[in-house]
């Protein structure tokens, strides 16, 4: 009998089809994520489930699935929505997709930090509002990036992968990261620093770090009162490090110039939130890796991480723990 799994969103065909050669696919019919009563009652009997970022899986859920559960994949390379020490505690592997969606993720949070310089989100609201009447020497103006600092907080995989592309716009690099050398930074084209200091001195501010119980609203009212009154702020990570109501405060007194935020807290933001009246706000979606052969590569590699749990063997990109 093949082993039994439960697929919670309508995840790209490429990882269907793999998952489909080796398993009884069972995947949530929906494109809306499923209530989280709905999920406990489907993941019940199965060997493995493979979910997204939209999951809450949780002790109560592992629990739901029953003894025999064996591996949960993760289509993202984030996993704070999976209690990673419930699924330890009861021996199952957690895996997630590191590496593939680096580019796509750095591109993005790039494409934020360009768009937020030469606000064109205002720009395209002009046109739109039928304001442009014509060409003004005074309007408009952004910051440049060529000699602008841009300090990235968290240098791991896409935080370097962001300073990669700095590099090219000849931007000065400053970063701090929980374990970083000085040699690994300079290796980056990064010099290391410490929180404030980094705060203080950049133009732009990119957030790379995972959300932790410690970086929880790492962005707050104190943090953003160190920053330059002219710095933007970029999240391409995961709402919860920045308290989105200090940042909305921050914004709207002239704290700092800007922000690009491609993640919320919650997801997805409510259309209430005054952060979206805001001009100096640009608020996409939660896209760093909607790119069409990255979402093909995550779910292909969340199915490999899926067929390997099922079948008893090391999951080629397990999750450790802290
Ligand atoms: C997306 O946010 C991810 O963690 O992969």
Known sequence: MKPKVFVTRQIPEAGLTRIREVCDLHVWESEMPAPYDQLTK???????????????????????????????????????????????ARGIPVGNTPGVLTDATADLAFALLLAAARRLTEGVEYIRSGHWTTWQPRHLLGADLSG?????????????????????????????SRHLTDTEAEAHGATRV?????????????????????????????????????????????????????????????VIAGAALDVTDPEPIPLDDPILTLPNALVVPHIGSATVKTRDKMALMAAENLIAGVMGQPLPNQVKLP
Do not use: W
């Open 194 to 254: 410490d929180l404030p200091t980094l705060l203080r001195d950049s133009d732009f501010v990119s957030l790379h770090t995972p959300l932790t119980p410690e970086t929880r609203h790492l962005i707050n009212r104190e943090t953003l009162a160190q920053m330059k009154p002219s710095a933007i702020l970029i999240n391409s990570t995961r709402g919860g490090t920045v308290d989105q109501r200090a940042l909305y405060e921050a914004l709207r007194d002239g």
């Open 42 to 88: 489907r993941v019940g009997g199965m060997d493995g489930i493979l979910c997204t970022l939209t999951e809450r899986i949780d002790a109560a859920l592992i629990d739901a699935a029953g003894a025999g559960l064996k591996v949960i994949s993760q289509m993202a390379v984030g996993y704070d929505n999976i209690d990673v020490r419930a699924a330890a």
């Open 148 to 176: 602008a600092t841009l300090g990235i907080i968290g240098l791991g995989r896409i935080g370097k992968a962001v300073a990669k592309r700095a590099r090219g716009f000849d931007m000065r690099i400053l970063a701090t």
